[in-house]
């Protein structure tokens, strides 16, 4: 397979994935509205061959189309995904040693090959001499959006005990020193941050090494959620097809394949300002403390090129990602979690608010009525595990007689909603962790979270059309889907507020057995537009404890519980913006990709 980056654009452009841009384009804005119209128009590979203001050619789009993706892995795929199931069930190594002696082998050849220095084509250069890459207006400055961040465990040093993970990287920008600074954004339970605060704890700086390029494989190991005790660079080299190479270099690891490194420190204690920037939930992220890191050593290779991505509102280039991902760890969920037959992680709400999952209802035949039980103790599973532990919503039931499938999204909510006993089977926790990037809680990385777990025959058919009752309070309510209604609600003040206007309206309604859900925002006709529409807006704009809403909702035991359920998605004043492009950009890159 690949050694270099280099070979992959070769091979990708002879078998025509790689379309090759010549003309100067700027770094500020115009390199990412020419890769976000790419992407939306399912193009090819986009190599940058002539960015202003540094040397250094770019590409972009690398992972646009899981078919692309797939292709660049074809030779190491099999039997990558054959060690990801050996580690999820050992026992099939036994059970089957001859079949599984390929899987081994390609294990074994992937340990990681430690080297002297740096290879001669290596040059020290400096952070402005890189392509500074600006994605969206109001971003604080120019970021890595596909970095391979490496750090070691400061008790355990050593590769085999490093975490290699895709974290945000400020280049420059708010009050960084140029050349000499960068910003590190990343979550305190995240692998660099374990690291870092065992370095605290001995008063350490944490040494970082930042790659950036080399194989496509070195990339996708920094975002795969490999089962425990295989290490990222171990996966990096399997999928290559080739060790990953690295050396010390003044006590920094450097990888010998990346095209980029950047080698730093961050001391204890030490932040500045990082931010705002474009994120996948399709908002900007503010302006936050996060750790500093004091820059050591920046290498590059001499025909090195810089990849990036764009991230944005749903679906972007990370959504094949996902895809990929999802393909090539197959059936880990269920090993990790029993019970779990299927989870998936809603792209078009941006990933982490909303949650979708099949279980197992095993406990019902002792039970007179069927009902959620055995899928409380699987969805509170789901939400203590790993990146799940971000989602706001979990929607969750259990296939009972037909097949039943997450990635349907519009079918399968509808299949929760023909069967959900509002009155029952709403579950919150309140004051708990969300995403860091999700500004619909009550502070930077809290909130709440719900579990709609719904396990009955099915209670009610769901209205097609907008029902009158509704029309009647409402008259520019909109069918969203069936039993879905978008209702328009006044510009959102405040909660306070909102409660008195939700408890005038849910006086109102009364009761719509065939209408359980209605989503009030600020444009109905926008969010009936389409499913993905709903999804975005009603998931990433509301904190289910304080917008949601009931018709004849009741306490009972300290259980809240309804008839049929509003969830207030309205924009809220201490929502982020959302992402809007350069309109003079716009103008200037509308040519590219035309359909």
């Known amino acids: 397979m690949y050694q270099t980056l280099q070979e992959c654009l070769k091979d990708l452009e002879e078998h025509g994935h790689l379309l090759r841009i010549k003309e100067e384009v700027d770094p500020d804005l115009e390199m990412a509205s020419i890769h976000l119209k790419a992407y939306e128009a399912g193009e090819k590979a986009i190599l940058f061959e002539n960015v202003k203001g540094s040397k250094y050619p770019a590409v972009s789009n690398l992972f646009g189309t899981l078919e692309r993706s797939k292709f660049m892995f074809r030779k190491t795929w099999n039997q990558t995904q054959n060690v990801i199931n050996l580690r999820n069930d050992p026992m099939q190594a036994l059970k089957h040693p001859f079949k599984n002696t390929a899987a081994g082998l390609a294990a074994s050849k992937a340990l990681p090959m430690k080297k002297k220095g740096l290879p001669s084509d290596m040059k020290e250069i400096s952070i402005s001499d890189l392509p500074l890459i600006k994605n969206w207006p109001d971003d604080g400055g120019a970021f890595v959006t596909l970095p391979q961040v490496y750090s070691e465990d400061p008790d355990k040093p050593g590769i085999m005990n490093a975490n ?95 095209d980029f490194v950047i080698t730093g420190d961050i001391y204890p204690n030490e932040t500045k300002p990082e931010g705002p920037f474009g994120d996948h939930l399709g908002y900007y992220s503010l302006t936050h403390d996060f750790p500093l890191m004091r820059v050591h050593k920046v290498y590059a290779r001499d025909n090195a090129v810089w990849p990036f991505t764009v991230v944005g509102r749903p679906p972007q280039e990370d959504t094949s990602f996902g895809a990929l991902i999802h393909e090539l760890t197959g059936g880990a969920i269920k090993q990790e979690i029993p019970g779990v037959q299927e989870v998936h992680a809603v792209d078009a709400a941006g990933v982490h608010p909303l949650l979708f999952a099949i279980g197992s209802e095993r406990y019902t035949p002792y039970q007179k009525v069927k009902q959620p039980q055995e899928l409380l103790t699987i969805a509170n599973r789901i939400l203590g595990t790993g990146q799940l532990s971000l989602a706001k919503y979990l929607f969750i039931t259990a296939e009972d007689g037909e097949p039943l499938t997450t990635h349907d999204e519009a079918a399968f909510i509808q299949y929760i909603l023909e069967r959900i006993d509002f009155q029952r089977d709403l579950h919150f926790q309140t004051n708990t962790t969300i995403d860091t990037l999700d500004y619909s809680g009550t502070g930077l990385n809290t909130g709440s979270k719900v579990i709609l777990a719904a396990y009955s025959d099915k209670r009610r058919d769901l209205c097609t059309s907008v029902p009158q009752e509704v029309l009647d309070v409402v008259p520019s309510a909109k069918l969203v889907m069936p039993g879905v209604i978008a209702i328009e609600g006044e510009t959102f003040t405040t909660h306070d507020t909102a409660s008195k206007e939700l408890e005038l309206l849910t006086s109102k309604l009364k009761s719509l057995p065939t209408a359980p859900l209605l989503v009030m925002t600020d444009d109905s006709e926008f969010l009936a537009e389409s499913v993905a529409n709903f999804l975005w807006v009603t998931f990433t704009r509301s904190n289910p404890s304080h917008d949601m809403y ?44 035309k359909k």
């Open 164 to 258: 290699l993970g895709m974290y945000r990287v400020q280049l420059n920008g708010n009050e960084y020193e140029l050349n000499k600074e960068i910003g590190m954004h990343y979550q305190i339970h995240r692998g660099i941050g374990v690291h870092q605060a065992k370095a605290t704890k001995k008063g350490e700086p944490l040494k970082v090494s930042i790659f950036i390029g080399g194989p496509p494989s070195h990339t996708l190991s920094a975002v795969m959620p490999l089962p425990e005790g295989l290490s990222e660079m171990t996966f990096a080299g399997m999928l290559a097809g080739r060790r990953f190479r690295y050396a010390y270099v003044d006590g920094y690891c450097v990888s010998l394949d990346a």
């Open 550 to 593: 009931g018709i004849n909702s009741t306490m009972t035991h300290k259980h809240w519980g309804c008839d049929s359920l509003i969830i207030d998605a309205r924009i809220k004043p201490h929502h982020a913006p959302p992402l809007l492009p350069d309109p003079t950009i716009e103008t200037k890159t509308k040519d590219y990709f």
